[in-house]
Protein backbone atom coordinates (compact mmCIF):
# COMPACT_ATOMS: atom_id res chain seq x y z
CA UNK A 1 0.00 0.00 0.00
CA UNK A 2 1.43 2.83 -1.09
CA UNK A 3 1.75 6.05 1.68
CA UNK A 4 -0.75 8.29 0.05
CA UNK A 5 -3.26 5.29 0.48
CA UNK A 6 -2.32 5.17 4.55
CA UNK A 7 -2.67 9.16 4.22
CA UNK A 8 -6.16 8.99 2.81
CA UNK A 9 -7.11 5.96 5.20
CA UNK A 10 -5.83 8.02 8.15
CA UNK A 11 -8.31 11.03 7.06
CA UNK A 12 -11.27 8.50 6.80
CA UNK A 13 -10.74 7.68 10.27
CA UNK A 14 -10.32 10.71 11.36
CA UNK A 15 -13.73 12.41 9.51
CA UNK A 16 -15.41 8.96 11.15
CA UNK A 17 -14.84 9.94 14.39
CA UNK A 18 -15.83 13.62 14.74
CA UNK A 19 -18.97 14.87 14.77
CA UNK A 20 -20.37 16.27 10.97
CA UNK A 21 -21.97 19.37 12.40
CA UNK A 22 -19.56 21.24 15.14
CA UNK A 23 -16.69 19.11 14.32
CA UNK A 24 -16.02 17.73 17.50
CA UNK A 25 -14.12 14.76 18.14
CA UNK A 26 -15.06 11.60 20.22
CA UNK A 27 -12.99 12.70 23.01
CA UNK A 28 -14.66 15.52 23.49
CA UNK A 29 -18.20 13.69 23.68
CA UNK A 30 -19.39 10.92 25.48
CA UNK A 31 -20.18 8.88 22.01
CA UNK A 32 -20.57 9.61 18.41
CA UNK A 33 -23.76 8.02 16.88
CA UNK A 34 -23.77 7.54 13.29
CA UNK A 35 -26.87 8.18 11.13
CA UNK A 36 -28.94 5.39 11.06
CA UNK A 37 -30.39 5.90 7.43
CA UNK A 38 -26.80 6.16 5.57
CA UNK A 39 -24.45 5.11 8.27
CA UNK A 40 -21.78 7.93 6.86
CA UNK A 41 -21.79 10.43 9.27
CA UNK A 42 -21.70 10.81 13.28
CA UNK A 43 -23.07 13.10 15.39
CA UNK A 44 -22.98 13.26 19.17
CA UNK A 45 -26.03 14.43 19.83
CA UNK A 46 -29.15 14.86 18.04
CA UNK A 47 -29.18 18.49 18.14
CA UNK A 48 -26.15 18.40 15.65
CA UNK A 49 -27.80 15.83 13.78
CA UNK A 50 -31.39 17.86 13.23
CA UNK A 51 -28.64 21.01 12.38
CA UNK A 52 -26.84 19.13 9.84
CA UNK A 53 -29.83 17.57 8.32
CA UNK A 54 -30.80 20.44 5.38
CA UNK A 55 -26.80 20.05 3.92
CA UNK A 56 -26.59 16.13 4.14
CA UNK A 57 -30.30 15.02 3.31
CA UNK A 58 -30.14 14.99 -0.26
CA UNK A 59 -26.67 12.33 0.03
CA UNK A 60 -28.26 10.67 3.05
CA UNK A 61 -31.50 9.85 1.03
CA UNK A 62 -29.11 8.86 -2.05
CA UNK A 63 -26.86 6.12 0.41
CA UNK A 64 -29.95 4.87 2.37
CA UNK A 65 -31.57 4.20 -0.91
CA UNK A 66 -28.37 2.20 -1.85
CA UNK A 67 -27.78 0.19 1.24
CA UNK A 68 -31.89 -0.66 0.90
CA UNK A 69 -31.35 -2.31 -2.78
CA UNK A 70 -27.81 -4.05 -1.74
CA UNK A 71 -30.24 -6.15 1.24
CA UNK A 72 -33.50 -6.26 -1.36
CA UNK A 73 -31.88 -7.54 -4.41
CA UNK A 74 -29.49 -9.81 -2.44
CA UNK A 75 -30.09 -13.33 -2.87
CA UNK A 76 -32.25 -15.03 -0.33
CA UNK A 77 -32.46 -17.86 1.44
CA UNK A 78 -35.00 -20.54 0.14
CA UNK A 79 -38.22 -20.22 2.13
CA UNK A 80 -38.46 -23.94 2.74
CA UNK A 81 -35.31 -26.01 3.43
CA UNK A 82 -34.34 -29.32 1.58
CA UNK A 83 -37.18 -31.93 2.49
CA UNK A 84 -35.67 -33.40 6.15
CA UNK A 85 -36.44 -37.00 4.32
CA UNK A 86 -34.96 -37.37 0.81
CA UNK A 87 -32.49 -34.39 0.66
CA UNK A 88 -34.06 -32.58 -2.27
CA UNK A 89 -34.54 -29.14 -3.10
CA UNK A 90 -38.37 -28.65 -1.94
CA UNK A 91 -40.90 -27.47 -4.72
CA UNK A 92 -41.42 -23.99 -4.68
CA UNK A 93 -45.24 -24.94 -5.61
CA UNK A 94 -47.50 -25.72 -2.64
CA UNK A 95 -48.85 -29.01 -3.40
CA UNK A 96 -45.53 -30.27 -3.38
CA UNK A 97 -44.81 -30.22 0.52
CA UNK A 98 -46.89 -30.37 3.50
CA UNK A 99 -46.16 -29.04 7.23
CA UNK A 100 -46.02 -32.04 9.89
CA UNK A 101 -47.74 -30.50 12.89
CA UNK A 102 -46.83 -33.42 15.18
CA UNK A 103 -42.81 -32.76 14.76
CA UNK A 104 -42.61 -29.23 12.79
CA UNK A 105 -41.00 -31.46 9.60
CA UNK A 106 -41.90 -29.87 5.93
CA UNK A 107 -41.97 -33.07 4.23
CA UNK A 108 -41.99 -33.38 0.05
CA UNK A 109 -45.01 -34.72 -1.16
CA UNK A 110 -42.71 -37.87 -2.51
CA UNK A 111 -42.12 -38.82 0.70
CA UNK A 112 -45.47 -38.42 2.09
CA UNK A 113 -46.59 -40.65 -0.45
CA UNK A 114 -43.90 -42.98 -0.74
CA UNK A 115 -44.77 -46.49 1.13
CA UNK A 116 -43.94 -46.98 4.45
CA UNK A 117 -42.18 -50.29 5.53
CA UNK A 118 -41.54 -52.15 8.84
CA UNK A 119 -37.55 -53.50 10.07
CA UNK A 120 -38.70 -56.81 7.92
CA UNK A 121 -39.10 -55.08 5.31
CA UNK A 122 -42.74 -55.53 4.91
CA UNK A 123 -44.84 -52.64 3.78
CA UNK A 124 -46.74 -51.43 6.47
CA UNK A 125 -50.04 -48.60 7.14
CA UNK A 126 -48.50 -45.62 5.53
CA UNK A 127 -50.25 -43.19 7.41
CA UNK A 128 -47.98 -42.05 9.92
CA UNK A 129 -45.86 -39.22 9.74
CA UNK A 130 -42.88 -40.76 7.44
CA UNK A 131 -40.20 -38.34 9.98
CA UNK A 132 -41.27 -39.21 13.67
CA UNK A 133 -43.91 -42.29 12.86
CA UNK A 134 -46.63 -40.31 14.61
CA UNK A 135 -50.19 -41.44 13.80
CA UNK A 136 -52.08 -38.49 11.10
CA UNK A 137 -54.38 -36.79 13.00
CA UNK A 138 -58.37 -37.81 13.27
CA UNK A 139 -59.66 -35.04 14.40
CA UNK A 140 -59.81 -30.88 13.85
CA UNK A 141 -59.56 -30.77 17.86
CA UNK A 142 -56.04 -32.98 17.39
CA UNK A 143 -54.91 -31.22 14.76
CA UNK A 144 -55.16 -27.68 16.83
CA UNK A 145 -53.82 -29.60 19.69
CA UNK A 146 -50.64 -30.10 18.14
CA UNK A 147 -50.10 -26.71 16.31
CA UNK A 148 -50.57 -25.33 19.91
CA UNK A 149 -47.53 -27.51 21.39
CA UNK A 150 -45.83 -26.27 17.92
CA UNK A 151 -46.73 -22.41 18.86
CA UNK A 152 -45.24 -23.19 22.12
CA UNK A 153 -41.91 -24.52 20.76
CA UNK A 154 -41.63 -21.25 19.26
CA UNK A 155 -42.22 -23.16 15.68
CA UNK A 156 -43.33 -19.76 13.20
CA UNK A 157 -45.02 -21.87 10.96
CA UNK A 158 -48.04 -22.88 13.69
CA UNK A 159 -48.13 -19.55 14.44
CA UNK A 160 -48.68 -18.86 10.96
CA UNK A 161 -51.34 -21.52 10.46
CA UNK A 162 -53.48 -20.63 13.35
CA UNK A 163 -53.32 -16.98 12.28
CA UNK A 164 -54.69 -18.08 8.90
CA UNK A 165 -57.68 -19.90 10.70
CA UNK A 166 -58.40 -16.65 12.76
CA UNK A 167 -58.58 -14.77 9.36
CA UNK A 168 -60.88 -16.98 7.77
CA UNK A 169 -62.39 -18.27 10.77
CA UNK A 170 -62.24 -21.77 9.78
CA UNK A 171 -60.98 -25.03 11.78
CA UNK A 172 -63.44 -23.80 14.76
CA UNK A 173 -61.89 -20.51 15.04
CA UNK A 174 -63.89 -16.61 15.52
CA UNK A 175 -63.08 -14.96 12.70
CA UNK A 176 -60.59 -12.14 14.53
CA UNK A 177 -58.42 -10.22 11.79
CA UNK A 178 -56.71 -8.70 15.02
CA UNK A 179 -55.46 -11.73 16.25
CA UNK A 180 -54.75 -13.01 12.72
CA UNK A 181 -52.39 -10.40 12.51
CA UNK A 182 -50.92 -10.60 15.71
CA UNK A 183 -49.79 -14.21 15.42
CA UNK A 184 -48.57 -13.49 11.67
CA UNK A 185 -46.42 -10.90 13.31
CA UNK A 186 -44.80 -13.55 15.58
CA UNK A 187 -44.38 -16.22 13.11
CA UNK A 188 -42.79 -13.40 11.04
CA UNK A 189 -40.75 -12.40 14.19
CA UNK A 190 -39.63 -16.17 14.01
CA UNK A 191 -38.34 -16.10 10.72
CA UNK A 192 -41.99 -16.69 8.61
CA UNK A 193 -41.59 -15.29 5.21
CA UNK A 194 -44.91 -16.36 4.58
CA UNK A 195 -46.86 -14.68 7.31
CA UNK A 196 -44.91 -11.35 6.53
CA UNK A 197 -46.67 -11.78 2.61
CA UNK A 198 -50.08 -12.23 4.89
CA UNK A 199 -49.82 -9.20 6.28
CA UNK A 200 -48.45 -6.98 3.22
CA UNK A 201 -51.38 -9.24 1.27
CA UNK A 202 -53.90 -7.52 4.55
CA UNK A 203 -53.01 -4.23 4.23
CA UNK A 204 -53.13 -4.37 0.31
CA UNK A 205 -56.84 -5.31 0.56
CA UNK A 206 -57.60 -3.46 3.02
CA UNK A 207 -59.39 -5.92 4.97
CA UNK A 208 -58.94 -6.73 8.62
CA UNK A 209 -56.34 -3.01 8.55
CA UNK A 210 -56.97 -0.02 6.93
CA UNK A 211 -55.12 -0.19 3.58
CA UNK A 212 -52.04 1.20 3.46
CA UNK A 213 -49.84 0.95 0.18
CA UNK A 214 -46.59 1.64 2.06
CA UNK A 215 -46.59 -0.92 5.11
CA UNK A 216 -47.81 -3.52 2.17
CA UNK A 217 -44.76 -2.89 0.28
CA UNK A 218 -42.37 -2.87 3.70
CA UNK A 219 -43.88 -6.28 4.66
CA UNK A 220 -43.56 -7.27 0.41
CA UNK A 221 -39.91 -6.68 0.80
CA UNK A 222 -39.40 -8.55 4.42
CA UNK A 223 -41.14 -11.28 2.59
CA UNK A 224 -38.97 -11.01 -0.20
CA UNK A 225 -35.59 -10.56 1.56
CA UNK A 226 -36.50 -13.54 3.45
CA UNK A 227 -37.14 -15.81 0.36
CA UNK A 228 -41.11 -15.90 -0.24
CA UNK A 229 -41.36 -16.20 -4.01
CA UNK A 230 -44.86 -15.27 -4.26
CA UNK A 231 -43.61 -11.82 -2.77
CA UNK A 232 -40.85 -11.15 -4.95
CA UNK A 233 -43.08 -11.76 -7.86
CA UNK A 234 -45.46 -9.39 -6.80
CA UNK A 235 -42.29 -6.14 -6.19
CA UNK A 236 -41.27 -7.58 -9.68
CA UNK A 237 -44.99 -6.95 -11.28
CA UNK A 238 -45.43 -3.50 -9.22
CA UNK A 239 -41.82 -2.62 -10.55
CA UNK A 240 -42.86 -3.56 -13.85
CA UNK A 241 -46.51 -1.34 -14.01
CA UNK A 242 -44.19 1.37 -12.52
CA UNK A 243 -41.94 0.92 -15.70
CA UNK A 244 -38.81 0.41 -14.20
CA UNK A 245 -37.93 -2.72 -15.91
CA UNK A 246 -34.28 -3.50 -14.44
CA UNK A 247 -35.57 -3.97 -10.97
CA UNK A 248 -38.54 -5.70 -12.45
CA UNK A 249 -36.23 -8.50 -14.38
CA UNK A 250 -33.80 -8.36 -11.22
CA UNK A 251 -36.84 -9.22 -8.93
CA UNK A 252 -38.17 -11.73 -11.38
CA UNK A 253 -35.06 -13.43 -11.84
CA UNK A 254 -34.50 -14.38 -8.25
CA UNK A 255 -37.55 -15.56 -8.07
CA UNK A 256 -37.16 -18.03 -11.34
CA UNK A 257 -34.42 -19.25 -9.81
CA UNK A 258 -36.58 -20.79 -6.85
CA UNK A 259 -38.88 -21.92 -9.43
CA UNK A 260 -41.61 -19.27 -9.91
CA UNK A 261 -43.18 -20.12 -12.95
CA UNK A 262 -45.50 -17.03 -13.46
CA UNK A 263 -41.86 -15.15 -12.98
CA UNK A 264 -40.18 -16.71 -16.13
CA UNK A 265 -43.35 -15.81 -17.59
CA UNK A 266 -42.45 -12.38 -16.75
CA UNK A 267 -39.42 -12.19 -18.37
CA UNK A 268 -40.64 -13.77 -21.48
CA UNK A 269 -43.37 -10.79 -21.75
CA UNK A 270 -40.51 -8.18 -21.03
CA UNK A 271 -38.27 -9.93 -23.93
CA UNK A 272 -40.83 -10.13 -26.40
CA UNK A 273 -41.98 -6.58 -25.75
CA UNK A 274 -38.19 -5.60 -26.11
CA UNK A 275 -37.69 -4.74 -22.36
CA UNK A 276 -35.63 -7.70 -21.29
CA UNK A 277 -32.59 -9.30 -23.22
CA UNK A 278 -32.19 -12.17 -25.13
CA UNK A 279 -29.73 -12.85 -22.88
CA UNK A 280 -31.70 -12.07 -19.62
CA UNK A 281 -34.62 -14.70 -21.04
CA UNK A 282 -31.96 -17.25 -21.72
CA UNK A 283 -30.95 -17.22 -18.34
CA UNK A 284 -34.10 -17.50 -16.67
CA UNK A 285 -34.72 -20.76 -18.71
CA UNK A 286 -31.81 -22.13 -17.78
CA UNK A 287 -32.47 -21.20 -13.39
CA UNK A 288 -35.53 -22.37 -14.23
CA UNK A 289 -34.36 -25.94 -15.59
CA UNK A 290 -31.67 -25.86 -12.69
CA UNK A 291 -34.63 -25.42 -10.29
CA UNK A 292 -36.30 -28.12 -12.15
CA UNK A 293 -33.47 -30.78 -11.93
CA UNK A 294 -32.69 -30.17 -8.30
CA UNK A 295 -36.57 -31.11 -7.60
CA UNK A 296 -36.91 -34.15 -9.67
CA UNK A 297 -37.53 -37.30 -8.15
CA UNK A 298 -39.31 -40.60 -9.28
CA UNK A 299 -40.87 -40.38 -5.90
CA UNK A 300 -42.73 -37.01 -6.45
CA UNK A 301 -43.62 -37.81 -10.31
CA UNK A 302 -45.69 -40.69 -8.33
CA UNK A 303 -46.91 -38.48 -5.72
CA UNK A 304 -47.61 -35.77 -8.35
CA UNK A 305 -49.93 -38.73 -10.47
CA UNK A 306 -52.29 -39.39 -6.96
CA UNK A 307 -55.26 -37.49 -6.63
CA UNK A 308 -54.82 -36.57 -3.27
CA UNK A 309 -51.44 -34.89 -3.14
CA UNK A 310 -53.20 -31.67 -2.50
CA UNK A 311 -50.70 -30.56 0.32
CA UNK A 312 -50.89 -26.72 1.12
CA UNK A 313 -48.68 -24.76 3.37
CA UNK A 314 -50.49 -21.48 4.33
Known amino acids: MSSTDNKNDNIDNVLADICANCGKGEENTHSLKACTACRMVKYCNRECQIAHRPQHKKECKKRAAELHDELLFKRPPPENEDCTICFLTMPSIHTGRTYQTCCGKMLCSGCIHAPVYDDQGNEVNNEICPFCRTPETRSNKEHI ?170
Open 145 to 314: ERLNKRMEAGDCRAFCHIGYYYYEGTYGFPRDYTKALELWHTAGEHGSATSYFNIATAYYSGIGVIADTKKAVHYTELAAMRGCIGARYKLGFDEENKGNMDRAIKHYMIAVESGHGDSLTGIKELYADKHATKEDYANALRARQVHLSDIKSEQRDNAASTKDSNYIDY
